[in-house]
């Protein structure tokens, strides 16, 4: 009896690779696709205001930043006559406010955000943190409506004050002596929205102060400020300038907010507390509405200038936050 | 006979009753003093109530400790007080905020808000005529619809830089950072000069949900991006490890691990965008009744209801703006609280 030798049957080795598969592939492009999304959007904002202001921006050429003339005249079959756009005086409103904004919530966010990290006991902490987390998300024209209705009249009060007892500080004179809707109040408002987003920078930044230094300044008998001083602040410093920027980058575009309270006028104005102000986001809520097609290229190309801006302003503002939190201690 | 004496455990540095009651003392002394200063000398008002009592008890506790323990610990002591002012700082423009619109706006509900619209109200008609519903309806179109463009986006953004991590990472991290400090106007302005002059040529719910969405993806794509971050590494390479490609460890196994955090993200950029005026201001045109149809003709939004009664001005017209405010506010109250709720499990499964 004799049986045939088995016959071997070796399967063919299967092919080894480092390639992703067909799926995998598809699934990457499509990943990959979604992540650039944000870059399309933002130069494709970029190249239509461009476009659509460019025949403006050609027309007034440099003298759009800073001439501070804001008009255009139409005969009756609608032809433009003659026009002239600066956006000077909108520009210095708009710095002027935000920097307002920024000087009044950074002391205030720094001491909030020392206070929830280093003072509040933890049920403190955690109801605070909710609500001023819940505060970020507020929206902006709630904001506008109490600040034109209820903070107002305190405000331009507190303003009257402080050009009485201070007037004599440049940026403190007030002529005419007129103090409704000034920059100052705009400047409060934003200051108070932009409080929860400095807040939650700074305390942020302050959590990943290094215990064991923490740990090594009350063990050589310091006190808390002395701690706070020797150790906390040298670690945040440069992260809470960047949240300041950031707020800052959010106060230049408010836009809500900061027409309700805020005295819309041509004219370059450096004083804080007078009620003539500008700001490129109002200017372009306050013109659109009757705006012939030439002057929404004009609203157009000062879209484009407040684009540049703040992403100019937020790009310094990340590089800052981000390298501190990389660098650790 | 020896009795062992156990010694009670003490903590020294705790506050004792005698500190607590010490400090109470005057912290109550600081009040007297501001009340008596206000009332005897010419400054008047709640500023200067909030200077004085903050001046006083600074100086008092400061005071104190300077000579119970030196000026290290003063100036302790005057710092502790300075934070503290801070955090109150902080918190009282909320408090103002929340009791104004809650005393005011409760004026202006009735039964019929939810059923009417204002096509038959005009601003100087009493409160009880018209609602708010083209209102509600319109701002719940324009977010599903910013919703159905925005999420997809925002997350795939923040699965390439959790998951595939390509030489891309960095600079899109940086555009979503950059791209959620894009003032909405500016929004608005480009929906306006790439959408709307050019290929629909009138207001419509869409062209305000593209805005939105705009704003939108940022907050979807960090929160999303931080939640990813969360889930271990060793479920991913479970995945791999059984076999399934990089997709299918994704999907199946990725994606529901930080399904409840990225829910919260998504409830978060709702948040976001639910009281956006601006753009809304420029794109939808606001009208009055009830517009089922989200891709022609002006619709309403309660934002933009809020703006127009604010700036109609009579008394009437300013309650419904009240009004309005309290509806968003609840609205994005319940959102963020639903959100923190969601969020506390991040991972959970």
Redesign the interface.
């Known amino acids: 009896m004799t049986t045939s030798a088995p016959v071997r049957v070796v399967p063919a080795p299967r092919e080894l690779t480092t390639q992703p598969r067909f799926s995998d592939k598809v699934f990457r492009t499509v990943v990959t696709i979604g992540g650039l999304s944000s870059l399309l959007i933002l130069g494709l904002i970029a190249i239509f205001l461009a476009y659509r202001g460019y025949e403006v921006l050609r027309q007034e050429g440099f003298k759009f930043l800073t001439s501070s003339d804001w008009s255009i005249s139409v005969d009756d079959a609608g032809n433009v006559v003659d026009s002239t756009f600066g956006l000077a005086a909108m520009l210095v409103g708009t710095i002027l406010c935000s920097i307002v904004a920024v000087a009044i919530a950074l002391p205030i966010s720094v001491f909030s955000a020392l206070f929830l990290n280093f003072y509040a006991p933890g049920w403190l902490k955690k109801i605070l943190i909710a609500v001023i987390d819940m505060m970020a998300a507020f929206p902006s024209i709630l904001f506008g409506i109490w600040g034109f209705l209820v903070l107002m009249p305190s405000v331009e009060y507190w303003a009257k004050l402080l050009n009485n007892y201070f007037g004599f500080l440049p940026f403190l004179k007030l002529e005419p002596y007129v103090v409704t809707r000034s920059p100052f109040v705009a400047g409060v408002v934003l200051a108070i929205m932009i409080i929860p987003i400095v807040t939650s920078v700074a305390r942020e930044i302050f959590s990943q102060a290094p215990l064991d230094r923490i740990q090594a300044a009350y063990a050589l008998g310091a006190t808390r400020w002395a701690m706070i001083k020797a150790v906390v602040i040298p670690h945040g410093k440069s992260g809470v300038i960047g949240g300041a920027m950031l707020g800052l980058g959010r106060a230049m575009g408010e836009t809500v907010a900061v027409y309700s309270v805020l005295n819309i006028v041509f004219q370059v104005n450096w004083q804080v507390l007078l009620g003539a102000g500008g700001n490129v986001a109002s200017l372009i809520i306050l013109k659109f509405g009757e705006a012939s097609p030439y002057e929404i290229k004009a609203l157009m190309a000062a879209g484009l200038v407040l684009f540049l801006l703040t992403l100019v302003v937020n790009a310094i503002a990340d590089l800052i936050v981000r390298g501190t939190g990389k660098s650790g201690r | 006979m020896t009795t062992i004496s156990t010694p009670t455990p003490t903590r020294p540095w705790l506050p004792s009753t005698k500190d607590k009651l010490r400090d109470l003392f005057f912290f109550l002394l600081s009040i007297v003093a501001t009340y008596v200063i206000v009332a005897i000398t010419p400054m008047k ?3 200067a109530y909030f200077i004085l009592f903050f001046l006083l008890y600074m100086s008092l506790t400061a005071g104190l400790q300077y000579f119970a323990r030196g000026s ?2 003063a ?2 002591a ?3 007080s ?6 109150v ?3 009282m ?2 408090a ?2 929340i009791g ?2 809650v005393s005011k706006g409760y004026k202006g509900l009735h039964l019929g808000i939810l059923t009417t619209d204002m096509s038959l109200a005009a601003p100087t008609d009493p409160i009880a005529n018209g609602g708010l519903l083209h209102a509600i309806t319109g701002t719940l179109t324009l977010v599903v619809l910013a919703l159905i463009m925005s999420v ?2 925002g ?3 923040a ?3 959790t ?2 991590q ?1 030489s ?1 990472s960095r ?2 991290q ?14 608005g ?2 929906i306006l ?2 959408v709307l ?1 050019p290929i629909t040529k009138g207001y419509s719910g869409l062209m305000g949900a593209l805005a939105l969405t ?1 704003l939108m ?2 907050t979807v ?1 960090r929160t999303s991006q931080e939640v990813l971050k969360l889930i271990p590494d060793d479920l991913r390479e479970a995945g791999v490890a059984l076999g399934g ?4 460890t ?1 999907a199946m196994i990725v994606l529901p691990a930080a399904r409840s955090g990225l829910i919260t993200a998504v409830i ?1 950029g709702i ?2 965008i ?5 753009p809304l ?2 794109l939808t045109g606001g009208g009055d009744t009830v517009n089922p149809n989200a891709f022609n003709g002006s619709i309403g939004s309660l ?1 933009y209801y ?2 127009k009664s ?1 700036n109609a001005g009579s008394p009437e017209a ?1 309650t419904r ?2 009004a309005g ?1 309290l509806v ?2 609840i609205i ?2 319940v959102l ?1 609280t639903l959100a ?1 709720l969601l969020g506390t499990r991040k991972v959970a499964r």
């Open positions: 008002g709640k500023l290290a610990a100036k302790d005057f710092v502790s300075l934070v503290a002012v801070g955090a700082l902080t918190v423009p909320i103002s905020i104004t619109v997809p986006i997350i795939l953004t699965l390439y830089l998951e595939i390509g891309l600079p899109i940086f555009l979503v950072q950059a791209m959620s400090g894009v003032p909405s106007i500016v929004a302005l480009f000069s790439a002059y705009i993806i940022p794509a490609t990089q997709w299918r994704v978060l948040a976001r639910a009281g956006e005026t601006a201001l420029l934002p809020i703006w604010f300013i703006a009240w405010l968003l506010m994005v109250l963020f923190r």
